[in-house]
């Protein structure tokens, strides 16, 4: 793909995906533009006087909830990256019917903004959260997930093709556990929810280069999850705080032990690459069979899940990590 001649919009673009994804792009692709679209004036305001002021960005207030401002950011556009979420938890409970508007129904109008433009590709972040969802934020993703899937159906004839990345946590992001350790770490004491908790690790570099690489590659209609490595929470606490009291606190509400990012069912439609697994549409009709051959099909009641992964991370390992990130 020829970076240089495409126009991008970013919904979410003042997020901690939204800016790393921008700064690599600006780096190391040179797109024709980009086009940061979020409602808040305040983050877009901090974003330029941070440097994000390149000739090439765009800054574009509206809500993915309103589908017009959304068609008018993005006629002219070539892909679009959907970012764009309420993801915090105790937020999305408290908050049910706003998490619902901008989760799944704006995403809903993204879908319909990018047909009515044509733009041609559209990639989704999601999460671990949306499989086998304990709490809404979840069941929002997983909606949102089947829409952009099941919208390739929608496209016809025209060039427009949705796919979703889904991945774990990212550290150092907002909401990542990382700054609560570290500000805790000066009261010799961190809180844990549970010490058999297990989590999938990402830095937020690895992310976006994942989800550009998929960009690239995707036909519609797949799902990307990249192969990491998996923590023990204990250990991360360790990691950032050593020699700190662990205080075990019990878990949360709507909280799971262990993350997954493959289900059983999804495992017979799934094929595995070197570097990824790729959850293929189970109703093919409109799907382009364009990964029919490659990668291998997964074994049946095959289970992606933090607890049972084959790679995992030592405290030496997370150290180096968490060292490495800019924390937000």
């Known amino acids: 793909m020829d970076w240089k001649k495409k126009v991008i919009l970013v919904t979410g673009g003042t997020g901690s995906f939204g800016k790393k994804f921008i700064d690599v792009m600006l780096k190391e692709y040179h797109p024709a533009k980009i086009i940061i679209y979020s409602r808040d004036e305040l983050k877009q305001h901090e974003m330029r006087v941070k440097g994000f002021d390149h000739p090439s ?168 999850v990249p192969k990491i490595p998996s923590m023990n929470m204990p250990d991360l606490a360790r990691a950032i705080a050593p020699g700190a009291q662990i205080e075990v606190i019990g878990i949360r509400p709507g909280e799971k032990l262990h993350e997954v990012l493959i289900s059983e069912d999804e495992a017979r439609t799934t094929i595995e690459l070197k570097d990824k697994y790729i959850v293929l549409p189970a109703e093919e009709m409109w799907f382009g ?27 030496p390992e997370i150290q180096k990590i968490v060292e490495s990130v800019e924390v937000e």
């Open 289 to 315: 069979r364009a990964w029919q051959g490659k990668g291998k099909k997964v074994a049946d009641g095959f289970r992606y899940a933090s607890n049972t992964n084959t790679e995992w991370l030592g405290i």
């Open 57 to 224: 960005l765009r800054y574009f207030i509206g809500d993915i909830r309103d589908l017009e401002r959304m068609k008018r950011a993005m006629e002219g556009v070539d892909i679009v990256v959907h970012a764009a979420a309420l993801k915090q938890v105790p937020a999305c409970e408290y908050n049910p019917m706003e998490a619902v508007k901008t989760n799944i129904l704006g995403t809903g109008n993204v879908i319909d903004a990018a047909l009515d433009t044509g733009v041609e590709k559209v990639m989704a972040l999601s999460t671990d959260k949306a499989v086998s969802p304990a709490n809404l934020y979840g069941a929002t993703k997983l909606a949102a997930e089947k829409l952009v899937i099941q919208s390739n159906a929608y496209a016809g004839n025209k060039r427009t093709r949705f796919a979703c990345t889904r991945y774990g946590n990212v550290v150092g992001s907002r909401g990542s556990v990382v700054p609560v350790f570290l500000k805790q770490r000066g009261t010799g004491r961190v809180t844990l929810t549970d010490e058999r908790m297990t989590r999938f690790w990402l830095s937020l570099e690895q992310g976006v280069h994942f989800v550009i690489e998929c960009i690239e590659e995707m036909q519609g209609g797949e799902v990307f």
